[in-house]
């Protein structure tokens, strides 16, 4: 009888400007939820709503309709665990009619205006970047001639490596190259093992972070951003990381002020030897095994790491990826590798995007004979 009421309740406020259909149960709900439906707005109760919810998001055509849950007051407890399954917002069914109205309005134009945005949006045009035959050939008899040269030298370093820390000698680190391609980057390994999992620690160490992050999260559970906050409603948007549900907004309002690479002065994570072979930059030579198979050339855009290349899909940015990811490039032989002070990251990525515009033979040759000038570092990052 309460379910017969909350129902009524909800169809005599909606009603007006909807079509509303309803089911007693979730397996009636998925027989007549088929991709052929059209639904701008979910609402279930409490006892199926987790089920209902992975049951409407593994359909391809609903995964951006909302989705309600109705609950009473007190019960907010609700909205951490609802959230985490794929849940928009929660009802609340006891407040008065005009909340509920606005509540219900503003997730009927929200889905609204993203279909219409899906819809009418053109497709986008990818450039995809195919490696000059020209450049393909110098890759290959240049890695493989300085392979065998240096075949006893990379075995003295591995030596070395395993005798000054504990580990692998090569490490493999997934990157992001032409074409957003992820592929395993190698190189001998210069830091501790557990190196990867220290990054958030050194965050404010970072040489190219300008802002400091504006989000803070309370339980485990990101705060909201300040137009979720203003309307009362929980983020339509969610975002999950690490089993912490972050607000897409906030998200992003942090993701644009925070820095695009991650770099550190005296790095505490460098081994002893390590410091060395980042210096000499003896730990790229693994890189010509990456040039030999094809996922690098010898010049082009450093490939960067998943978390750093994911901040540089822009439009503005993007293109850096329209080229060939490089042991070396353009940026590696100007102010970087000549001490006169730090680069930001945005003439970082603007450089990149200089070369993918005009490489040729000529420049590749210049970067190359400037490379050697570069190898030694003037700054311990």
């Given at each position: 009888?309460?379910?017969?009421?909350?129902?009524?309740?909800?169809?005599?406020?909606?009603?007006?400007?909807?079509?509303?259909?309803?089911?007693?149960?979730?397996?009636?709900?998925?027989?007549?939820?088929?991709?052929?439906?059209?639904?701008?707005?979910?609402?279930?109760?409490?006892?199926?709503?987790?089920?209902?919810?992975?049951?409407?998001?593994?359909?391809?055509?609903?995964?951006?309709?909302?989705?309600?849950?109705?609950?009473?007051?007190?019960?907010?407890?609700?909205?951490?665990?609802?959230?985490?399954?794929?849940?928009?917002?929660?009802?609340?069914?006891?407040?008065?009619?005009?909340?509920?109205?606005?509540?219900?309005?503003?997730?009927?134009?929200?889905?609204?205006?993203?279909?219409?945005?899906?819809?009418?949006?053109?497709?986008?045009?990818?450039?995809?970047?195919?490696?000059?035959?020209?450049?393909?050939?110098?890759?290959?008899?240049?890695?493989?001639?300085?392979?065998?040269?240096?075949?006893?030298?990379?075995?003295?370093?591995?030596?070395?490596?395993?005798?000054?820390?504990?580990?692998?000698?090569?490490?493999?680190?997934?990157?992001?190259?032409?074409?957003?391609?992820?592929?395993?980057?190698?190189?001998?390994?210069?830091?501790?093992?557990?190196?990867?999992?220290?990054?958030?620690?050194?965050?404010?160490?970072?040489?190219?972070?300008?802002?400091?992050?504006?989000?803070?999260?309370?339980?485990?559970?990101?705060?909201?951003?300040?137009?979720?906050?203003?309307?009362?409603?929980?983020?339509?948007?969610?975002?999950?990381?690490?089993?912490?549900?972050?607000?897409?907004?906030?998200?992003?309002?942090?993701?644009e002020g925070s820095a695009k690479f991650m770099k550190f002065r005296n790095d505490p994570r460098i081994t002893r030897f390590g410091t060395f072979l980042r210096n000499s930059s003896i730990d790229e030579l693994p890189q010509l095994i990456n040039i030999l198979i094809g996922d690098m050339s010898l010049v082009g855009n450093r490939p960067l790491p998943l978390y750093e290349a994911e901040k540089l899909t822009s439009d503005e940015f993007a293109k850096r990826f329209a080229g060939p990811a490089g042991l070396t490039g353009l940026w590696q032989v100007k102010k970087r590798a000549k001490g006169q002070g730090t680069m930001?990251?945005?003439?970082?990525?603007?450089?990149?995007?200089?070369?993918?515009?005009?490489?040729?033979?000529?420049?590749?040759?210049?970067?190359?004979?400037?490379?050697?000038?570069?190898?030694?570092?003037?700054?311990?990052?």
């Amino acid at each position: 009888m309460e379910d017969d009421l909350i129902a009524n309740r909800l169809a005599t406020i909606a009603g007006a400007t909807c079509s509303i259909v309803r089911f007693r149960s979730g397996n009636d709900a998925e027989k007549w939820l088929t991709d052929s439906q059209k639904v701008d707005l979910i609402i279930a109760d409490k006892r199926c709503g987790q089920a209902m919810v992975t049951m409407v998001r593994n359909k391809a055509d609903y995964r951006l309709v909302p989705f309600l849950i109705t609950c009473r007051f007190g019960e907010t407890h609700l909205i951490k665990s609802t959230l985490a399954a794929g849940v928009t917002d929660i009802l609340v069914i006891n407040e008065e009619n005009y909340k509920i109205q606005a509540k219900l309005d503003y997730y009927l134009g929200l889905h609204s205006q993203v279909q219409s945005f899906r819809d009418d949006s053109p497709s986008p045009v990818v450039q995809h970047f195919k490696l000059p035959l020209w450049k393909r050939t110098i890759d290959l008899s240049v890695s493989l001639i300085i392979l065998i040269l240096l075949s006893p030298v990379m075995l003295l370093v591995s030596l070395l490596i395993l005798l000054d820390s504990k580990g692998p000698v090569i490490y493999k680190s997934k990157r992001a190259g032409a074409n957003f391609h992820v592929f395993d980057m190698y190189k001998f390994r210069t830091m501790t093992v557990s190196a990867d999992q220290q990054l958030s620690q050194l965050s404010s160490q970072n040489i190219y972070a300008q802002t400091k992050p504006n989000g803070e999260a309370v339980n485990g559970v990101m705060k909201l951003c300040s137009s979720c906050r203003e309307q009362g409603i929980s983020c339509q948007s969610l975002l999950v990381d690490h089993n912490r549900s972050i607000c897409e907004k906030l998200y992003l309002e942090e993701s644009e002020g925070s820095a695009k690479f991650m770099k550190f002065r005296n790095d505490p994570r460098i081994t002893r030897f390590g410091t060395f072979l980042r210096n000499s930059s003896i730990d790229e030579l693994p890189q010509l095994i990456n040039i030999l198979i094809g996922d690098m050339s010898l010049v082009g855009n450093r490939p960067l790491p998943l978390y750093e290349a994911e901040k540089l899909t822009s439009d503005e940015f993007a293109k850096r990826f329209a080229g060939p990811a490089g042991l070396t490039g353009l940026w590696q032989v100007k102010k970087r590798a000549k001490g006169q002070g730090t680069m930001s990251d945005r003439e970082r990525t603007l450089l990149d995007i200089e070369y993918t515009t005009n490489f040729s033979f000529k420049t590749d040759l210049e970067i190359i004979w400037k490379t050697f000038f570069s190898l030694w570092q003037k700054e311990n990052v």
